[in-house]
């Protein structure tokens, strides 16, 4: 027994750093992180944090959440055919390959392979019908539970201020969220399976091996708080991963292979509840937008005086010692009149006045840490227009 385990822990390891989407995936980060911290750059003239955070919510709470469900498809007996395996891992990779972070979701290549089965009669494809519906449908519902858990625990975090153009073209600032999450899903592959393609190893009847499943997440906040958005795209990922369970429990009460079909319908169910959220959020007056609340915070910098001071994104900053401000620049102007007591009146979300006090000096100037929605610094900077 302690053989056989240890067996499995090395066919694990192996799988799990031998396979190309793992180092695709960092590869993929670091160029995100590196076209983040330029876009920054260019709109506010500072980053908001280093591109080491971005590799690491990559691979560190992917992995949290794949460890919770790798116990859940080993106790299941998750099973696919080696040939399953190399199919997904291929689709997968070219999908990361794209570099477009909202591509990546585990159900476009299951629906791709599931539409071979369909119209393809090849017997090089006989290895994805070798696997059970039930396990099809499985994956497919242990990928959504992976988006929904990563959703609710990292989907508001470390988020990027960014800006956009209004039908008017006036700035309108917002909070992006561009995430990608690479979960490591253990799965069981039949040894017989594997000896097809390397005969001259014996392998054990059932192999654990790592399945890499890339997750993206993509949103722009400019409607409403990340807080508040984020409940109606949580029910949406809910509904899809509930959908999958009950068409994975249908598949395996039933044996009928028709509930296959289902596959196609969960992805556009995907599609069509995030596009609603979407839609309602540009609908909305924009939040970030200077005016008569005063000048809006869009993000402050970590370790400086407005983290400090407790300002948060959403808030505006509506008098600087009195002096009714609404422009970074009138910001500015104001308080170079005002030195060196700093006393802001801050309107919250809720449209109260607090205040917000500190003592400020001429070092200070490009030092509050404060992101404020404003021209950005960047004139060449291209800015979409919001629709």
Known sequence: MGVELLDGIGWTAISLFVSPILWLAILVSFLLSMRRVKRERNLFRSRTRSKRTDVFETLVPGLVVGLVLSVISLSLKLTVSSEFLMAFTALTFLIL??????????????????????????????????????????????????????????????LS???VLSKRGRYIGGLASNKLWLIPLVVLVPGSSLEQWIPQWTFPEFVPVVVFLPIGFSFLFTGQLPEQLMRPLVQGRLISFLSAVVLSLAAFLTGQAAWLY????????????????????????????????????????????????????????????????????????????????????????????????????????????????????????????LQ
């Open 97 to 158: 390959l794209t570099g477009v972070v909202r591509f990546n979701l585990p159900l476009w290549p299951l629906v791709v392979m599931a539409g071979l089965t369909w119209f393809v009669a090849d017997d090089r494809i006989d290895g994805l019908t070798e696997v059970s519906v039930t396990n099809w449908l499985l994956l497919a519902a242990l990928s959504l539970a992976a988006e929904l858990m990563l959703l609710v625990w990292r989907g508001k975090k470390n």
């Open 161 to 163: 201020p960014s800006l």
């Open 262 to 385: 289902g596959l196609p319908v969960l992805l556009l169910v995907h599609i069509v509840l995030h596009q609603r959220t979407k839609r309602w959020n540009r609908s909305q007056t924009p939040l970030f937008l200077n005016g008569k609340r005063g000048v809006v915070i869009l993000g402050t910098l970590p370790e400086k005086p407005a983290s400090e001071m407790g300002l948060v994104p959403g808030e505006a900053i509506y008098k600087v010692n009195g002096e009714f401000v609404e422009s970074e620049k009138t910001f500015y102007e104001a308080i170079q009149r005002h030195k060196p007591y700093l006393r802001l009146e801050v309107m919250n979300h809720n449209g109260d006045v607090r205040f917000a006090q500190r003592a400020f000096y001429e070092q200070d100037h490009h030092d509050l840490g404060i992101v404020f929605v404003s021209e950005p610094g960047n004139k060449r900077a291209k800015i979409r227009t």
